[in-house]
């Protein structure tokens, strides 16, 4: 090689690497440009089971007989949690885990009914690892050692209604969801069903399962979610706090529980006390009625707020910290059953860091 072809080939090198770096320079600052500031920049991401049973059938497994022909002597794996989950980089000590409510999957959390961003990418970019867990019997965790039996009965408008969206066919004023037929559509479409017999314990299990692999977090639960998410807490020492929307139910120690609380028999004090030494705040959004009315839906909410007041109380008698925040007294009007889902879940999102921030969960 003569010296112009040296010069040649060293310039050629030169420029290759400098592309090189200049590639790795535009990755590393994708969060930065102008152009591409709204990006998510995540460290890690996978999926997994987590907690669950094995059954196995009696007999004798024959692998030479054909695969759809019945017999005896074989396993299956059921009632575990399914979790997706993300991790930004630089993330944050606590991760968030997000447990659905009654015929929900984990896309509660993930989106809206008209495409937004749900709460786990908003929390997401303010640097929170996040696993959204599908429970038992529901989602992509569907296999189940208990069979039940799957309805197809109609009743959108049933949900319509008790999720306080409004008194259908009509919105409520002022109502926080959108209202445009496709959206509509979209969220119907995220109800899912039961595919087995599943019982508090086993979700309860499942639960503090996915919390052994995640480690130390915050346990958000909505509705249904909020009565096994209490339980979760108790048994597992890696929650360090509950964000509950709308929890359906609630746990109260032996000889104080009200008449008719939702959420099962009391327990001894000793377990309760376990739900003193964290943090607890609970939303509940709009349209739930001081007074009784003729709409049983929204009676039940009310019941359910003042149980949820009650709960408060005897927590924070107990030396505990738990907080009930009804939006509306605070100003921010218009939420149905899911305040993390609705049009303005950005601004109930910024209510919840605020509150993060103060029990310095955001560090």
Known sequence: MDKKDSKNGIGKA????????????????????????????????????????VIKSEGTFDPLKPWNEAQGGQTRHGDHADV???????????????LHGYGQSRRS???????????ADIFLRKGYGVYLVDQPGRGDAGQTTTPAQISATPDDQTWFTQFRIGLYPDFNEGVQFPKDEKSLDQFFRMMTPSTGNIDEQTIVNAMSAVFDRSADGILFTHSAGGAPGWKTAIR????????????????FPEGETPEGNRGGRGIPLGEFLKLTKIPIVVYFGDYIP?????????????SVLATARQWAKVVNAHGGDATIVHLPEI??????????SDLNNKEVAEILATWLKEKRLDQ
């Open 236 to 251: 597992n020492e890696r929650v360090k706090a509950i964000v509950s929307y709308e929890p359906g139910g609630f746990v």
């Open 290 to 302: 001081e007074e009784e009315t003729s709409a049983a839906s929204l009676n039940f909410w009310r």
């Open 14 to 53: 030169l420029l290759n690497a400098l592309s090189v770096c200049a590639i790795v320079t535009t990755v590393s600052s994708c969060t930065t440009t102008a152009e591409n500031k709204d990006n998510l920049v995540i460290k890690e991401q996978g999926a997994f089971s987590a907690g669950g049973k």
């Open 109 to 119: 959390w993930q989106t809206t009914a008209d495409g937004r961003e749900g709460f």
């Open 331 to 340: 100003g921010i009007k218009g939420n149905t059953h899911f305040p993390m």
């Open 84 to 98: 997706f989950y993300q991790i930004p980089v630089n993330a944050k000590q606590n991760a968030m885990v997000f």
